[in-house]
């Protein structure tokens, strides 16, 4: 089962995913529309991929504290784990969106939904966690 990653936004919703066959993320896509719309699009994600693992990016601030945004954040993952009951993970995803501008990312959301998800496979293989196993 693959993993998804999330780059929550005001306006939109950047997605990737972990395949099964892989180790390292890929953009996905990128949600957009009403909260409704949006909800309406990840639920078909939800269902396509079935994944294992939600992972939702945390926009610290560069002192490393939270504001509001990582709060909405905190409440997108709430949601998530309500409505699928999948397990949710939250990673520090300070500069994600420059890191995808910087490589010169077609969607810049999505492409920092995969940086957030790679660092999630980063942080979990330095703690010797084996996430691929079933």
Known sequence: ??????????????????????????????????????????????????????????????????????????????KLFEKYNIPVEFVDERMSSMEASRAGAGDIDASSAAIILDTYLSKAASAGEDIFEV
């Open 1 to 78: 089962m693959p993993l998804l990653g999330f780059d929550f936004g005001k306006a939109r919703i950047g997605v990737a995913i972990v395949p099964d066959d892989m180790d390292f993320a890929l953009p996905l896509i990128t949600v957009d529309g009403d909260e409704d719309a949006q909800w309406l699009k990840i639920d078909d994600l939800i269902k396509k991929q079935n994944p294992r693992v939600l992972v939702v990016g945390l926009p610290y601030t560069m002192a490393g504290s939270e504001g509001e945004q990582a709060e909405k954040a905190r409440d997108f993952g709430a």
